[in-house]
């Protein structure tokens, strides 16, 4: 491995405190490291725990227990450096509706500190990057989703952090959007960002990611190339050595902390 | 904090607004078109009305005229502009609304009237009320009747050989010595500020939404959250712009609103439609500001309020249900300025009530600096404990995960606090505990003093005691019971240091003494009132005195000493402390102590004794000092006023006052000087008590 891993997350838990006072565990002892140039797979069910990871990681969330470094930087003691060296995309982060995405981006940028003089131009570079410079002075909530979740990604990447998490980035686009969305991130792994993306789609934790991270119930149930996941639980598909390593987690982890972690996802 | 992501934000906040029309129709269309539009239809349409009233020609018909030609003639006087029809079209005319009125002369009327025979039929008025210009036909008819009965009298006075004024025994004439501001300025104070306070609430509403609620629902607000910039930098851009239009809604609103008014006030003056109005309407530019400048700290704790909701809402939908109790506010001082009730403390110190009563005052031109002062003050400490919620819900994690619970009072715990462990107490617990001894004393103190009227002797120190325990101890058990505080570190008492403890029983008769002879001083070279708090506690002192001067003495110096101390120096000062460097918590505890004596002349006094005590507390790491230093004090003070009161003053003919060179007060100089100087030796002596129960012999 010729790169220095840029994440490194060490036994990462976070606990919720339900209702009746009882202790959910939505992550709980998570270790992984992610390396520049590329992109690490997070897959998982929904509920597994793979949001509340990447928002730990995103520093909006602070663990229970353990800790990780993202980008050289620790995310208990210097939150904000690490925020300033990732850019971060969900399914669920939008853009504001009344401003265009040049003004979005510039906005962005100047939030995170990127040098006045070189705002317009970094602004430009990115929008050309990522195929948005035909729409960049149309308002945002006149943008189709696609477009919309193409911006989102110029927008987190405006000031080119070595780091970028993106939690299931194309949940709610059609396959062409997703398609788009898919090669915008190939390229930012050529550029040599450290990608860690989380989904629940086989083929793009086949064909994207360099290394896979299968989580369910918070924890991780087994890591390694798609190759190595099948030839661990004896299985010819992804989609199978997925269910096998999922199902056996599913029937350990009673259905009580299978609830919890559905809510806290 | 950075004011460069300040301002970026601040200003992608604004782009925003700018181009969401609702909020800008709300901020500018009421004020700039829509109220003018309305007041000027209004105005002209009524003015219009009552010019036609006034001047127009009434027509009227006399059924029986030929009874009461007197009247006939009277009602035809020129000036009185009446058009008498005395014709057979009388029966019909007043349904077809040809004839405005019908008067219906009895038979033998004008004979009988001036012979004083009241056995004839009433001369009857027929109207129809339902018609617009009835109304002010009536008043003209009435009054030329009126004159028409005066004429009747004068007539019978003269038959008996009487003058017409036996009917006059006074003569009388009221003077309204009220300015044309003041009156003005009572109409306005009725109107002023309910619109300040609601359309400072509108104008900070839809900003403060736009800004969290709807950032949460479009998914933006975690973007933010994953930028370097500090939460907290992100909340004061966000604040800062709700805030801003706060101010400006309500601002534009006002200048609007007091411009048509003046212009109204001018139309009305010349006609003289109405009679307040007879002498003209006017209010000064100044006064207005003034009144806006009263307003500013409720619009402050508005947009906080506002903020809170936002950000305690998940959607855009719960936010203007949360929102409406919220908007009911600035209808609590529509309510008050209806009910008109006299200033009083407690009101002043009372949110958006305070608001109302001040500007009324303002406007009216009764208002003092001090009442403004007060009401500033507390409005700002309230919107300030606003401010820190908000603060608590957007460092909160539940922020971005709306999804794992319901709204509960869980969004108010600090982030990471899951585990349920005993705390200090935080700086918003000390404001409440500073906020509420003032306030519990300004309600709860008039309510207990009639029911200690009747019970006799023991009144003044059973008064003393309840009220202490209302106002200060009470408040701290429940502040701190709620808030899990630590009570060992809250309130310590052990070790006692001895060396402290004598320091702390030369110290406070020493400062009593010196206290004494400063107040002469003050006495003697201001010569202003003595404050209303000192009156009260002196008539007090007066009333138990009689009863046993001991038990005064012991009352009214030992129960606020500890319970002021476990107040002030417990709860208040480590709530500062915790936030704050150790030397600037101990004088702001020691300002806020001398303040809510409200006792401006013995402010510096009181702040110096709260630097004392608060570096004893610090020092000894014990309350027991502290508390011993403080009783002493107030014992000494009331001794001296009862014991040696009247030879510190000599009687002039206008009255008794200070004697600040005469034998007494120089030896209480001295002797304060004295002790003073030995107990600080002694607490300097002693040995510094650290927080952990070790102690040094370090000097402080």
């Not at chain 2, 906040?13 to 003018?36: I, K």
């Not at chain 2, 990471?416 to 519990?440: C, I, N, S, W, Y």
Request: aromatic fraction near 6%; charge should be positive; proline fraction near 5%.
């Amino acid at each position: 491995m010729p790169n220095a891993p840029l994440i490194e997350v060490k036994s990462l838990a976070k606990y919720y405190e339900d209702a009746d006072g009882g202790t959910i565990k939505a992550v709980d002892n998570v270790s992984m490291t992610c390396r520049a140039g590329e992109i690490y797979g997070l897959l998982g069910p929904n509920g597994a725990g793979k949001t509340t990871t990447l928002r730990c990681l995103s520093t909006v969330l602070t663990p229970s227990a353990g800790t990780a470094i993202v980008g050289g930087y620790s995310i208990l003691t210097q939150p904000e450096k690490v925020r300033a060296n990732i850019g971060f995309v969900s399914g669920t982060t939008g853009l504001y509706a009344r401003l265009t995405p040049r003004e979005a981006l510039k906005f962005f940028a100047r939030l995170n500190g990127v040098p006045a003089d070189v705002v317009d131009q970094r602004v430009q570079q990115t929008m050309d990057l990522f195929a948005v410079s035909s729409y960049a002075d149309r308002p945002c909530d006149r943008l189709s989703t696609g477009m919309k979740q193409r911006v989102g990604l110029a927008r987190a990447v405006v000031h080119d952090p070595p780091v970028i998490i993106l939690d299931e980035p194309t949940s709610g686009l059609d396959p062409v959007a997703a398609q788009a969305v898919e090669q915008a991130i190939m390229q930012l792994r050529a550029g040599g960002k450290c990608v860690l993306l989380s989904t629940h789609m086989m083929y793009q934790a086949e064909e994207m990611c360099d290394r896979l991270g299968v989580i369910g119930d918070g924890r991780v149930l087994a890591e390694g190339t798609a190759a190595e996941l099948m030839a661990q639980t004896g299985t010819t598909s992804l989609r199978q050595a997925f269910f096998a390593l999922v199902g056996a987690s599913t029937a350990v982890g009673g259905s009580a902390s299978a609830e919890g972690a559905d809510r806290a996802s | 904090m950075r004011l460069d992501i300040i301002l970026t934000v601040f200003r992608k906040e604004l782009t925003e607004l700018l181009r969401d029309r609702r909020s800008l129709m709300v901020m500018f269309g009421v004020p700039l078109v829509v109220y003018p539009l309305l007041f000027m239809a209004v105005g002209s349409v009524a003015k219009g009305k009552a010019q036609e009233g006034q001047q127009r020609e009434v027509k009227i018909a006399v059924h029986n005229a030929a009874e009461a030609p007197a009247l006939v003639a009277l009602l035809k006087e020129k000036e009185r502009n009446f058009n008498v029809v005395t014709g057979a079209e009388v029966a019909s005319g007043l349904e077809k609304d040809e004839i405005t009125a019908v008067i219906e002369v009895p038979p033998h009327a004008e004979a009988d009237w001036a012979a004083g025979r009241d056995t004839v039929a009433p001369l009857t008025l027929r109207v129809d009320r339902s018609r617009s210009l009835t109304g002010a036909a009536e008043d003209r008819i009435d009054a030329a009747l009126d004159a028409y009965a005066q004429q009747v009298i004068r007539e019978r006075l003269a038959a008996k050989g009487m003058t017409p004024d036996i009917l006059q025994p006074i003569k009388r004439s009221t003077i309204d010595i009220a300015s044309k501001e003041q009156r003005s300025g009572k109409f306005l104070a009725q109107t002023v500020p309910m619109l300040l306070l609601i359309t400072g609430m509108l104008g900070a509403l839809f900003p403060a939404l736009n800004t969290t609620t709807t950032e949460k629902e479009l998914g933006t607000l975690e973007t933010l959250l994953v930028s370097p910039a500090r939460r907290s930098d992100l909340l004061i851009a966000k604040g800062l712009l709700v805030c801003c239009c706060s101010l400006l809604t309500a601002g534009l609103n006002m200048a609007s609103m007091s411009a048509v008014f003046l212009q109204v006030a001018k139309n009305t003056a010349i006609t003289a439609t109405t009679a307040p109005a007879a002498s003209g309407l006017g209010i000064s530019p100044w006064l207005l500001l003034h009144a806006y400048a009263a307003a500013i700290p409720a619009l402050i704790l508005f947009s906080a309020m506002v903020l809170c909701v936002g950000l305690i809402a998940r959607t855009y939908r719960e936010a203007s249900s949360f929102a409406t109790p919220v908007m009911m506010l600035p209808m609590a001082g529509m309510i008050v300025a209806m009910m008109d009730p006299p200033t009083t403390n407690a009101l002043l110190m009372t949110p958006v009530v305070s608001t109302t009563l001040i500007i009324r005052d303002i406007l009216t031109s009764r208002s003092n600096w001090g009442d403004f002062a007060l009401v500033w003050i507390s409005s700002l400490a309230y919107a300030g404990l606003v401010i820190s919620m908000a603060a608590r819900l957007f460092t909160n994690e539940q922020l971005v995960n709306p999804a794992w619970e319901p709204l509960s009072l869980k969004g108010l715990r600090r982030k990471g606090t899951v585990k349920r462990r005993l705390r200090m107490p935080t700086v918003d617990e000390a404001v409440v505990l500073v906020l509420a001894l003032p306030l519990v004393q300004f309600y709860a103190g008039p309510w207990l003093g009639k029911l200690l009227t009747d019970t006799k002797g023991i009144n003044a120190p059973l008064f003393v005691l309840l009220l202490q325990l209302a106002s200060v101890l009470a408040p701290l058990l429940i502040i701190g019971t709620l808030g899990r505080w630590n009570w060992r570190a809250v309130l310590p008492t052990v070790p006692v240091n001895p060396m402290a403890v004598a320091g702390a029983l030369l110290v406070g008769p020493g400062l009593a003494a010196i206290g004494v002879f400063y107040s002469l001083l003050y006495k003697t070279f201001v010569h202003a009132p003595t404050s209303q708090a000192n009156t009260n506690v002196a008539e007090l002192i007066e009333s138990s005195v009689n009863y046993s001067p001991v038990v005064a003495v012991l009352a009214f110096g030992v129960i606020p000493g500890v319970c002021e101390e476990l107040m002030f120096r417990g709860g208040v000062l480590s709530g500062f402390r915790r936030s704050l460097k150790t030397p600037a918590a101990v004088i702001v505890t020691a300002l806020l102590f001398a303040a809510v004596h409200m006792d401006w002349a013995g402010f510096p006094l009181r702040a110096l004794l709260g630097v004392v005590l608060g570096f004893l507390v610090v020092r000894s790491a014990s309350l027991i000092p502290s508390i011993i230093l403080h009783a002493c004090f107030n014992s000494c003070t009331v001794a001296i006023a009862i014991f040696l009161g009247d030879k510190l003053v000599k009687s002039t003919p206008t009255g008794p006052v200070p004697n600040l060179f005469g034998m007494h007060a120089l030896a209480l100089l001295a002797v304060g000087v004295v002790l003073l100087v030995l107990g600080t030796v002694l607490l300097l002596g002693s040995r510094v008590i650290e927080a952990n129960g070790r102690s040094t012999a370090a000097a402080l």
